[in-house]
């Protein structure tokens, strides 16, 4: 039978590469080889029979069918119930007499009495004459006050504010001018305040323009009127109060004593000259 030359190179191509595959030296006989050569032979292993799976349109028109076969259960609708009517008696309308309710036995309440409260001695101050002599003789140069100082004219300086136009006992006016001559009247206010009790600075322009010199002058506290010779000159209404004795060199507006200071010019260009200047307010307010 002629057999296909290519099935015939094709089989000894395929015994050639198992030859080539197996060992090339042989250390046994012929049939000892081919017995062990038989037992190295390699088969494919079974195919294992899996399950079919269904594919998903099969679930679907499975889970489809089985829903529609399924009987629909029967809805029974409950029993209603029948109530019996209730007869509600009401009570007959006779005219039955009220049942009167027993008094309560009230006894009287006596008010108590309060006897009237006794007033108590008060009670004793603590004795600090011997602390007293302890600061005097430790300390002697601070003097020790018994009495507690009024505070009077402290509560005054407190509540200037409040009154419009507060006039101090030493009164110190002042009109337009300029901010150098300013500054030192400011100064000499401090020093006087300090010194001397109670002073002010005073703005003159607003008693002038409202003509208040006779409430400002008649003012109990005022002692001292202090003012620049050119500011007075111009205060027309203020001039009607002023009033001069030359034998007794004393300058008056009512009944207010009054010092004129010079141009205050001159002791900003000699400073030496404030000091004659302090001198003589020291001597005139000190009298």
Known sequence: MNQDPKKIFLSLIQSAQMLLEEETSLLASEDDANYFRSLNVKTPPPIPNLPN???????????????????????????????????????????EPVPTLPSPNIKSVVAPSFSPVQETSAPNLPNFSTIKSLLMRTFPQIPIISEIPND????????????????????????????????????LYKAIDIYFGPAKLIQAEAIEKEKQWDAFLSSAELKWVISCDYTLWQLSDLMRHYKENPTQKKRMLGNVSLFLLPDLSLYLKDPLLKRSLWKALCQTLSS
């Open 53 to 95: 799976i269904p594919n998903e349109k099969e679930i679907l028109r499975t889970t489809k069918e089985t829903a529609l076969s399924a009987p629909i259960p029967s809805i029974e609708k409950p029993a209603e119930k029948i109530f019996n009517p209730i007869k509600i008696e009401l009570p007959s309308q006779k005219n």
């Open 152 to 187: 009077e004219q402290a509560k005054k300086i407190a509540n200037r504010w409040k009154t419009k136009n507060q006039v101090a006992p030493i009164s110190i006016l002042y009109f337009g001018e300029p901010e150098p001559q300013r500054e030192l009247l400011n100064s």
